[in-house]
């Protein structure tokens, strides 16, 4: 069996995309900083996915909510970031950077794309639970972007340095 301090120091080293992730219960926005987002399918409906520690402070009313809102980050985002990673919890939604689509999840404004998203399945693995989530509203940044990634515990900028593959 591998040792899971080990497991997490080998996965430092997977560069991630940064995403917040946010939801509302009651009127109140929560959000957490994911790097397990992914894509599961574009047809027949838009589908995405966010692994959530069943420990984690947001779990539990993201589940009863039912809605979330992926946002990636983009280097213009670190002080935001930052803000999701610090103990006070009153600051994490302060400014005016705000705002929703569809669902009433909190939505970032100029974040690189924010997805919309209606839980459509969850499956309980070990300590997480992936929630599957079915895109109601999509808004992309019409800029050129870098994307903030997450790598060996520390925010890093990815500047692409040629042209796209494919």
Known sequence: MIDPGLFKRGMRRLASGVS?????QDGVPH???????????????????????RS??????MQEAGVFCVNLLGETDVALAGRFTAEDR??????DRW??????????????????CEISDAVAIGSHTLFIGSVQ????QDEDFS???YLNGRFEVFRPTGSPAG
Not at 56 to 61: L, Q, T
Not at 99 to 116: I, K, M, N, R
């Open 20 to 24: 917040l992730v946010t939801t509302i």
């Open 147 to 149: 994307p903030l990634l």
């Open 90 to 95: 009153n600051k994490r939604f302060a400014g």
């Open 31 to 53: 959000g957490f900083l994911a790097t397990s987002v992914s894509s599961v399918s574009a047809e027949p409906r838009p589908c995405l996915l966010v692994c959530v520690n």
């Open 99 to 116: 705002t929703t689509l569809l669902t009433g999840a909190p939505a970032v404004q100029g974040a690189l794309a924010s997805f919309d």
């Open 56 to 61: 984690g402070s947001v779990h539990d009313r």
């Open 137 to 140: 509203a999509l808004r992309l």
